[in-house]
């Protein structure tokens, strides 16, 4: 079973501090996929990252990072130093083979994050 | 011009009434998606295709079908609306399996 699960669905903190974004999956698959997409109040989905299963390596992008650990099936998000432009909505995905056919992408339910200003 | 357009943006129709909501992209891209997003509940696949003759269900099918008139075109029906297919739909294209989702501005539907 393919399963993604995002248990923080709203955190809110003040300008300047670090959040970090749970996301836990679940794949029999040893090939896979991982993204985080930002949707922002104006309703679009942005991509920001993508990790493959065999990849572990941590990224940092400006004030954005990702910590990937397959032993413990987490693919976390960090924001250093939020700003309120930050507020949106956070989805985790994963895209894995089902028993049958091909590659599929699920989402998790998301984290509403809201930065105060 | 948008790489992924759906249309209608939004909709509101009765319950029992047959509606489609169209998606065309210009990615060039074979996989198409179609997502439904609830509050709290994030996006759910409800169907996706890997090209014209390749479609697939996803998590929550029942009461929606799709048709892939051609690689550019992916559009979703639902035969008789409900209520509950109140929601915000998505479309999404995709290269391959590990590259990202390109989406399109979604359509809000609402059934009353």
């Known amino acids: 079973a393919q399963k993604v699960t995002q248990a923080q669905t709203e955190i809110s903190v003040v300008e300047k501090e670090d959040v970090t974004l749970d996301c836990v999956y679940e794949t029999r698959d040893t090939t896979y996929y991982l993204f985080w997409y930002k949707q922002p109040p104006s309703g679009e989905l942005v991509f920001l990252i993508r990790r493959n299963s065999f990849d572990e390596q941590n990224e940092i992008s400006g004030r954005y990072s990702w910590n990937f650990q397959k032993s413990t099936s987490s693919f976390n998000f960090t924001i250093t130093a939020s700003q309120v432009v930050d507020s949106a909505v956070y989805f985790c995905?994963?895209?894995?083979?089902?028993?049958?056919?091909?590659?599929?992408?699920?989402f998790g339910a998301g984290t509403r994050l809201f930065v105060k200003a | 011009d948008a790489d992924v357009t759906q249309t209608p943006r939004n909709r509101i129709t009765k319950t029992g009434k047959r509606i489609m909501l169209e998606c065309s992209q210009t990615k060039g891209h074979d996989r198409m998606y179609w997502y439904r997003q609830d509050p709290g509940l994030g996006l759910r696949l409800i169907y996706y295709s890997f090209d014209v003759k390749d479609i697939n269900k996803g998590e929550i099918s029942d009461g929606y079908s799709v048709s892939r008139q051609a690689q550019a075109k992916f559009s979703l029906s639902l035969e008789s609306a409900i209520p509950n297919q109140t929601a915000l739909y998505f479309c999404?294209?995709?290269?391959?399996?590990?590259?990202?989702?390109?989406f399109g501005q979604g359509t809000r539907l609402t059934v009353v």
């Open positions: 995905a994963l895209s894995a083979r089902p028993y049958t056919g091909g590659f599929k992408t699920i």
């Open positions: 999404a294209t995709s290269d391959y399996e590990n590259t990202e989702a390109f």
